[in-house]
């Protein structure tokens, strides 16, 4: 008698995968061709669209400039140049969507590019060296840190953060902080502003300043960190994470991940990643950080001949402060790190490549269980190895391949499910028939999301009666 099995909460379709493409998580899907020197990037609310700063770090004529990805292709969209552009360095989109904030680090300037139509419609004016901008919740103010430039004070030797009223586009403060500040975000409720500072790149010289938003005013200071040159905000706003690249002259170079209680401002943990930790990302269910380590330095002395080696990117379980495989490899001088807002795929930009990598994010995590049912009728007894199995996350499955084998060639069924069980809590239950009663089963299920993203197997050994 052949095989049998049945699928409850599903439409079933045994033998016949419903991917062509699908890839495991944590990999890189796609690697899409952009500017010279690409630094910072930022990712559309709607998820459709990424926005990447060309620092174009050679001064090449006409390389200062902004790529526009299609991010449902994964292919370039349209290049902004603007005048106003001066080795573009980060970029921050609004929470509607419409505007693009970009710091022009070799100027005094942020340019403010219009989404709908992909133009420069303004610019804001007073910084100097300006390399990051965060938004508050509300929207109605960013904070700048200056970390210095040829107009002003020099590279490294900016000591402020100015705060902008984003209703007319204006300076209405600048709040002294520590030298050379490099990055800084906000934090969830508003209510703080982190910001980590270089100072002279030597191990345990750099500072994280809290500026209190009500008052603008730094409140505290956090000591102990090396060449810091990134930071994200855990989403309950409980820890911040941060990069200690190290010295900007690439030695010595840093190999750690900070993180910090917010509510003593302390360093709890630090965590051993790659050469030259840089930009930093935490998914939207705040369970892992991902890292580019750069991993450029100097084969000869006298600061010559820079070399890129292997870029990667090291997984952060936040729960547990550990690194995870695996170790995803990416382009050469992975500087920064975007997640987009669904959490589906994390987008890595490559200095030395000129190139983003897209890496698929897992979203999901399936927890399952199994037992044995014996039917016997008169002539015969139907062993069935009943699987049950709940997922939990964001961007669900939309279909699962269940295996009788660890190498997954064995396929007992696939299962496709319908738009009604994707908000269902019930199990989902797979019936495999004719079973022999003296072996001890082992299935390896494995789901696949809408983006083609595949999780790892999970592993269920039928050991005891139903």
């Known amino acids: 008698m052949p095989t049998k099995f049945l699928a409850y909460k599903a439409l079933l379709l045994a033998l016949c995968p419903q991917f062509l493409y699908a890839v495991p998580a944590n990999s890189v899907v796609a690697t899409i061709n952009v500017g010279v020197t690409p630094s910072g990037l930022a990712i559309t609310p709607d998820n459709n669209f990424a926005y990447v700063a060309n620092n174009n770090n050679y001064g090449l004529p006409n390389a200062d400039n902004v790529s526009v990805l299609n991010l449902t292709n994964n292919l370039p969209d349209l290049l ?61 103010y960013a904070y700048v840190n200056n970390y210095g430039g040829p107009e002003g ?16 586009n204006t300076i209405v403060k600048t709040i002294t902080v520590d030298q050379a500040p490099a990055a800084l975000a906000v934090s969830p409720d508003g209510d703080y502003v982190y910001v980590i500072n270089y100072v002279n790149g030597t191990p345990g010289s750099g500072t994280m300043n809290v500026i209190q938003t ?19 905000i855990t989403p309950d706003g409980n820890y911040a994470y941060v990069t200690n690249f190290g010295s900007n002259n690439f030695f010595p170079f840093g190999t750690t991940v900070n993180a910090v209680d917010l509510t003593s401002n302390t360093i709890t943990a630090t965590i051993t990643l790659g050469i030259q930790p840089a930009g930093i990302a935490i ?7 991902y890292v580019t380590n750069y991993n450029t330095l100097y084969t000869s002395t006298y600061f010559s001949s820079l070399v890129a080696g292997q870029g990667t990117v090291n997984v952060i379980d936040i729960a547990t402060n550990t690194v995870i495989p695996p170790t995803i490899v990416v382009d050469q001088s992975p500087a920064n790190i975007a997640i987009s807002p669904n959490g589906e ?24 269980q199994g037992c044995q049912i ?10 069935i190895n009943k699987i049950t199995w709940t997922v939990s996350g964001t961007s669900l499955p939309v279909s699962y391949d269940v295996y009788r084998d660890a190498a997954l060639t064995d396929l007992a069924g696939t299962v496709l499910i319908d738009a009604l069980s994707l908000d269902d809590d019930e199990p989902f239950v797979l019936l495999d028939h004719n079973r022999n009663p003296d072996i001890t089963y082992t299935y390896y299920i494995v789901g696949t999301n809408s983006v083609g993203t595949t999780s790892e197997p999970v592993a269920i050994t039928v050991t005891q009666n139903c």
Not at 109 to 131: A, E, H, K, L, M
Not at 283 to 289: L, S, V
Not at 358 to 364: G, Q
Not at 374 to 383: A, C, E, F, I, W
């Open 214 to 232: 009500s008052d603008n005013t730094v409140t505290g200071t956090v000591y102990g960190f090396f060449g810091p040159f990134d930071i994200a």
């Open 374 to 383: 014996q039917n016997r009728y008169l002539t015969q007894m139907d062993v």
């Open 80 to 140: 902004i140049s603007s005048t106003t552009f001066n080795e573009p360095y980060t970029i921050t989109i609004n929470a509607a969507g419409t505007l693009a904030y970009v710091t022009n680090s070799n100027y005094t300037t942020v340019s403010i590019i219009d989404i709908p139509s992909n133009t420069v419609s303004g610019i804001i004016t007073g910084f100097d060296g300006p390399s990051g901008l965060a938004i508050t919740p509300d929207g109605t």
């Open 345 to 368: 795929f994390a987008y890595v930009s490559n200095y030395t490549s000129n190139t983003i990598n897209v890496i698929a994010l897992p979203t999901f995590e399936i927890a399952a």
């Open 283 to 289: 998914t939207p269910d705040g369970n892992y950080a």
């Open 153 to 168: 004070v020099g590279s490294g030797n900016g000591k402020t953060v100015n705060v902008v009223d984003l209703t007319n």
